[in-house]
């Protein structure tokens, strides 16, 4: 019999639909989980909103202060779906409280924050997450087992994209509920911590630490509208970044992120050349991972598709069946459903706080690159 996890959600935007997606549909789906989580409280700063999420989704009870939330003994799980400026303070109060986390990515606006946030719950002992849910699409497990079994060979190398186009219009306001990734104050920076910092987790996670990086970032519209003070301010966000690196295996990577890409929504890409095989994947097409195997016989080789929806392929034996596809949101399932098997185990859920350290390692090395136009060690 699965025991109850009690969760206590701070905040109600995005993530907290899709992190609340995940608690409702894990059970169903992965009967066999330890725990079972329930919707305990919901926490944000308007009541009335945060009623109506609580009421759409089935919180049991609302709160409009996160300390009291987190001190609460009935909670069990903090999980934090907050503006990244906020990201620390919660976890050291969370973590103080003896609370387990799952928090949003990035980790933190900087090191130093992240830092802090890693010793605090490895002092408290207490189990902790990062939301990088890229991580538990189906192909991209795939594309680790793969890369874990020797099957590239020695890697040469690993290309990133993530590539989108929502802030083109130079009417749109920085700040405030919605828009508060445009803001520097509340999210650090801009594609950098938003959207590099998946690619960068996928990354370490496939291909291994990063040696040093050489960056450059714009901020192609350099004053906007501020939504909370209503004057038009600076802009102190990246809109678009691009850096070479050196991993540590000595493959060479190269990553380029923008919210300027006319066209493309959110188009995250990857693409692996190692020395018998390269594989390639895309996050519009998500079920799909693209192999390319040089120990093939010759007059067969080409780039195969492979569907990923097969019963023995990473997760797709929980769902329908073989040849049916699954989505963006089954990645956040599959996180919770992780995170509640480590829980059994006793072991930890990666990306953990300390893992996640290292891509934010990454991405201040990157905007420091950017703004000294110079290589620099991570
Ligand atoms: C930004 O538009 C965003 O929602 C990111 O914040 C998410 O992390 C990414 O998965 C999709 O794009």
Redesign the pocket.
Known sequence: MAKPLNIGMIGYG?MGRAHTNGYKRVCDFFPELPYRPVLKAACARDAAKIQAFADQWGYESTETDWRKLVERKDIDAVDICVPNNLHKEISLAAAAAGKMILCE?PLAMNVAEGEEMCQAVEKAKVPNTVWYNYRRVPAVTLAKQLVDQGRLGRIFHYRANFL?DWTISTDLPQGGTALW?LDAAAAGSGVTG??LA?CIDTALWINGGIADVGAMTETFIKERKHTLTGKVEKVGIDDACAFLCHFQNGSLGLFESTRYARGHK?LYTFEINGEKASIKWDLHDLHRLEYFDHGDESNLRGWRSIHVTDGDHPYMGKWWVPGLAIGYEHSFVHQVADFLDSLGKGVPCGPTFRDALETQKVCDAVLASAQDRTWKKV
């Open positions: 995005f990515k989108q990734r938003d959207l998946h959110a």
